[in-house]
């Protein structure tokens, strides 16, 4: 093995790669070609999900490629996407949230509490905790526990009841937003003005530039200062 390389697993096949490493950039020194599951890049957008394991350790972990490092001996594979289905609704005829979020996701009532989707989740979330909360009918704490969830799909890897929990996250922060947070003035102000026609000499303008005219406006913009 040569100076500062160490040893990892990529599906099934054994590489040599610099240590220090990301597995997402070490899978890309060894010549992956990221086209999808890669996102962000900045652990934010949840794309890419990653299994693996560590020499001495009988555990499987889980990940997000662009966060964690490599170690010596790392055996690894990603989950670019793992399949689940997505109840449909219309939140404007959600009218008794609790038990229409029991409806739409029944398997809800197959949670032991055992606390996998915690142990899984790269947030360091608890999806029993927020889904808890939104059927004791506490959307703004449900709300607030759901927020660093990323849709990565771990949680529901891990699921023993085959829980969907991001999704259940998501229809919370939804139900949330629409019809209990309170709605800010200024935006509904702006929405006023947009709709009243008060920004369509600039939006006009803007639509008439060259990309050339719109990326220098853009670099040239006002900052906001914070």
């Known amino acids: 093995m040569g100076e500062g390389l160490i040893e990892i697993n990529v599906m099934g096949r ?6 220090g490493l990301t597995i997402m950039t070490a899978m890309e020194w ?16 949840g794309a890419c ?19 964690e490092r490599i170690v010596p001996g790392m055996y690894l594979t990603q989950i670019p996407f793992f399949p689940t289905q997505k109840a449909i609704y219309d939140l404007g005829k959600i009218d008794r949230p609790a038990q229409d979020l029991l409806e739409l996701y029944p398997e809800i009532k197959k949670c032991v509490g ?11 979330l608890k999806p029993i905790d927020y889904i808890g909360a939104a059927l004791r009918g506490d959307w703004k704490k449900a709300a607030e526990l759901s927020f660093d969830c990323i849709m990565c799909g771990l949680c529901a890897s891990r699921c023993t009841g085959e829980l969907v929990p991001y999704h259940i996250a998501l229809f ?26 008060k920004f369509d000499r600039e939006v006009h303008a803007l639509a008439g530039l060259s990309e050339e005219e719109m990326k220098k406006k853009y670099d040239q ?3 906001e200062k914070l």
Do not use: H, M
């Open 114 to 124: 055992c606390g996998a989707c915690s142990k899984a989740c790269p947030q360091d």
């Open 221 to 223: 913009r006002e900052f």
């Open 49 to 67: 999900g990653t299994f693996y394991r560590v020499p001495g350790d009988y555990k499987i972990y889980v990940g997000l490629a662009c966060q």
């Open 14 to 19: 054994s590489y040599q790669v610099p240590d």
């Open 172 to 197: 919370v922060r939804r139900y949330f937003s629409k019809s209990v947070r309170p709605k800010p003035q200024q935006i509904i102000e702006r929405n006023k003005d947009v709709r009243a026609g």
């Open 30 to 45: 060894i010549g992956y070609k990221f086209t999808r599951g890669c996102g962000c890049r900045g652990g934010f957008c």
